[in-house]
Nanobody
């Protein structure tokens, strides 16, 4: 059974940084993994995705140049380095894993992800 555990959320002031981690258990094959976020009253949306067997990464326009998704050497860990945080980045952040063994151009399609973590809260104050 695949399980995802996120960590690293917290509260920061605007302009600050946070690093989220997601550790997956229950699989060893490289696959597409991603970060999504959901703010109160809004739909969950894709933030970034990466193929854990390489460096192919994609980002939402709203975070390009500020966020960086990366993978660990063990292929079951991904990170999200968030810099220059803005109040509008405040949300619950979820890690997700897909059965796909590559990153698709529609990486933000939540139906492609079959395993989700519990989420970690990020709050950015102005």
């Amino acid at each position: 059974q695949v399980e995802l555990v996120e960590s690293g959320g917290g509260s920061v002031q605007a302009g600050g940084s946070l690093r989220l981690s997601c550790v997956a258990s229950g699989f060893a094959q490289s696959r597409m993994m991603g970060w999504f976020r959901q703010a109160p009253g809004k739909e969950r949306a894709g933030v970034a995705a990466i193929y854990t067997g390489g460096d192919d990464a994609h980002y939402a326009d709203s975070v390009k140049g500020r966020f960086t998704i990366s993978r660990g050497n063990a292929k079951n860990t991904i990170y999200l380095q968030m810099n220059s945080l803005k109040p509008e980045d405040s949300a619950m952040y979820y890690c997700a894993a897909s059965a796909r063994t590559y990153v698709t151009r529609f990486w933000y399609n939540q139906a492609d992800y079959n395993t989700w973590g519990q989420g970690t809260q990020v709050t950015v104050s102005s």
